[in-house]
């Protein structure tokens, strides 16, 4: 199936790095509320069979019956699998450990790689008919893993957004990325774009922190955002009470990053968007 171009809106976002522990999930989560909290319209995509970003807002497993299992497999549209968080303008589609499925299921099918980019495009063409939910944001939570999954992401996605760790071997593994992003480019989406780095838990006590910093900005120049993720332990307690750090406790250092996050990448949108 031909990759037709991808709406304008909305602006899709897949957040994917195959290793696990990195952010991904947590990045998901706050920058979805931070957007939100701005006033954009946001869609959290949980693609991990995990589901740590459906629990981290609140949707607990029995309400799962409709997940984005049935959205992948074409069993239901995505308003159907769509629920709302306790942060206004902010939804989910939940992940239930029947995505660990889906791969296999699919495999043999021509379209496998484009059932999310579908589903949000009938999405968006029939809530422009009815009263549906019109985002202007969906970010897409990816498994920590190069699969059917996180190409299904890649596929439907405008840009990346790769969340890095500040740790030892940071860079690590990013190649590989890279080199996937290239493959989809070329064979499924040639629209894909990498929005950016985002640098997470970074720890200013920590001189490794430091240096992981710098030498990712050496490498990767302006694909890193100017906004750093502090370690903090706000945000790690955020999701055992099925809120976002910014309702938890909106003061701490945690919530104020992503906040700046947030308006990063709508400046960053605004001059994508220009050129
Ligand atoms: P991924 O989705 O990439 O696997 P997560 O977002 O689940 O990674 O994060 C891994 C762990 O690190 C989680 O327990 C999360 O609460 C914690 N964590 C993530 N970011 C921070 C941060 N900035 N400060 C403290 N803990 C964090
Ligand atoms: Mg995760």
């Known amino acids: 199936p031909a990759a037709s171009r991808l709406p304008r809106l909305p602006r899709v976002l897949a957040?994917?790095?195959?290793?696990?522990?990195?952010?991904?999930?947590?990045?998901?989560?706050?920058?979805?509320?931070?957007?939100?909290?701005?006033?954009?319209?946001?869609?959290?995509?949980d693609l991990d069979p995990q589901g740590n970003a459906s629990t981290g807002l609140g949707i607990d497993r029995r309400s799962r019956q409709v997940s984005t299992y049935d959205l992948l497999i074409g069993e239901a549209r995505l308003a159907e699998v769509v629920k709302e968080t306790a942060v206004p303008r902010l939804?989910?589609?939940?992940?239930?450990?029947?995505?660990?499925?889906?791969?296999?299921e699919i495999a043999a099918q021509s379209d496998r790689a484009f059932r999310l980019r579908r589903a949000i495009a009938d999405?968006?063409?029939?809530?422009?008919?009815?009263?549906?939910?019109?985002?202007?944001?969906?970010?897409?939570?990816?498994?920590?893993?190069?699969?059917?999954?996180?190409?299904?992401?890649?596929?439907?996605?405008?840009?990346?957004?790769?969340?890095?760790?500040c740790?030892?071997?940071?860079?690590?593994?990013?190649?590989?990325?890279?080199?996937?992003?290239?493959?989809?480019?070329?064979?499924?989406?040639?629209?894909?774009?990498?929005?950016?780095?985002?640098?997470?838990?970074?720890?200013?006590?920590?001189?490794?922190?430091?240096?992981?910093v710098a030498e990712v900005r050496a490498n990767m120049g302006d694909a890193v955002y100017d906004t750093i993720i502090p370690r903090n332990v706000r945000i790690s307690e955020a999701p055992s009470h099925g809120k976002p750090?910014?309702?938890?406790?909106?003061?701490?250092?945690?919530?104020?990053?992503?906040?700046?996050?947030?308006?990063?990448?709508?400046?960053?949108?605004k001059r994508l968007r220009a050129a």
């Open 15 to 45: 957040l994917a790095n195959q290793k696990g522990g990195v952010g991904k999930t947590t990045t998901a989560i706050n920058l979805g509320t931070a957007l939100a909290a701005i006033g954009e319209e946001v869609l959290i995509v």
């Open 91 to 104: 939804s989910v589609a939940p992940s239930t450990l029947d995505l660990l499925g889906v791969e296999l």
């Open 123 to 165: 999405h968006m063409a029939r809530a422009e008919s009815i009263r549906g939910r019109n985002y202007t944001y969906v970010l897409v939570d990816c498994p920590p893993s190069l699969n059917l999954l996180t190409i299904n992401a890649l596929s439907a996605a405008h840009s990346i957004l790769v969340p890095l760790q």
């Open 167 to 212: 740790e030892f071997f940071a860079l690590e593994g990013l190649s590989q990325l890279l080199q996937t992003v290239e493959q989809v480019r070329r064979a499924l989406n040639p629209e894909l774009s990498i929005h950016g780095i985002v640098l997470t838990m970074f720890d200013g006590r920590n001189n490794l922190s430091s240096e992981v």
């Open 245 to 269: 750090v910014l309702l938890y406790d909106f003061k701490s250092t945690g919530s104020q990053a992503y906040l700046r996050l947030a308006s990063e990448i709508i400046q960053r949108e």
